[in-house]
T-cell receptor
Framework: AQSVTQLDSQVPVFEEAPVELRCNYS??????LFWYVQYPNQGLQLLLK??????LVKGINGFEAEFNKSQTSFHLRKPSVHISDTAEYFC????????????FGAGTRLAVHP | DVKVTQSSRYLVKRTGEKVFLECVQD?????MFWYRQDPGLGLRLIYF???????EKGDIPEGYSVSREKKERFSLILESASTNQTSMYLC?????????????????FGPGTRLTVL
């Protein structure tokens, strides 16, 4: 079985500062990894996903994440955040191959302050 | 653009009532999902469906049932609502399977229904 731990429930940051949202997973098999974002009063939308290949994945809105197999991590980063990045961010994992469901982390609330 | 719509944004029901939550997607997706979202717990899968009239239990199916009579519509039913079912409910759909796996699929979410059971 897979599980996901998002290490910070809330991350406050000033506008234009860099940010890192941390995600660790556990799995006995190969996995696919996802980051979804939920803006206020909206459903989730995909930011980026890692399936295979390059461990550095670039997503929408200037976000990127790095897959680190040895540390079982998939941290999300942005070099300079905007007020509009204020949202809840969810890391998710699914086992590779076949028909496997997504397992979500508890979420990290990013609050960007002026 | 993929559109997933949910019938209500906010719903208030009484304990014991039968509750229907409706979800419609317009992109001919085969797979549809119902999650509940609770603070500190993230999203948990209630049920999913990979075809019309097909359904599979997720991680927390107790107290819920689903119906998928048409490809675009997936309904979540609370047979007898209880206060511990107060939550945000999110519907999602995913792109058609092409490679014998849906683990890589992007899921498209509706805006959610915030259900309060009193």
């Amino acid at each position: 079985a897979q599980s996901v731990t998002q290490l910070d429930s809330q991350v406050p940051v000033f506008e234009e500062a860099p940010v890192e949202l941390r995600c660790n997973y556990s799995s006995s098999v190969s996995v696919y990894l996802f980051w979804y974002v939920q803006y206020p009063n909206q459903g989730l939308q995909l930011l980026l996903k890692y399936l295979s290949g390059s461990t550095l994945v670039k997503g929408i809105n200037g976000f990127e994440a790095e897959f680190n197999k040895s540390q079982t991590s998939f941290h999300l980063r942005k070099p300079s955040v905007h007020i509009s990045d204020t949202a809840e961010y969810f890391c998710a994992v699914s086992a590779s191959g076949g028909y496997n469901k997504l397992i979500f982390g508890a979420g990290t609330r990013l609050a960007v302050h002026p | 653009d993929v559109k997933v719509t949910q019938s209500s944004r906010y719903l208030v029901k009484r304990t014991g009532e039968k509750v229907f939550l409706e979800c419609v997607q317009d992109m001919d997706h085969e797979n549809m999902f119902w999650y509940r979202q609770d603070p500190g717990l993230g999203l948990r899968l209630i049920y999913f469906s990979y075809d019309v009239k097909m359904k599979e239990k997720g991680d927390i199916p107790e107290g819920y049932s689903v119906s998928r009579e048409k490809k675009e519509r997936f309904s979540l039913i609370l047979e007898s609502a209880s206060t511990n079912q107060t939550s945000m409910y999110l519907c999602a759909s995913s792109i058609p399977r092409t490679s014998g796996s849906w683990s890589t699929d992007t899921q498209y979410f509706g805006p959610g229904t915030r259900l309060t059971v009193l």
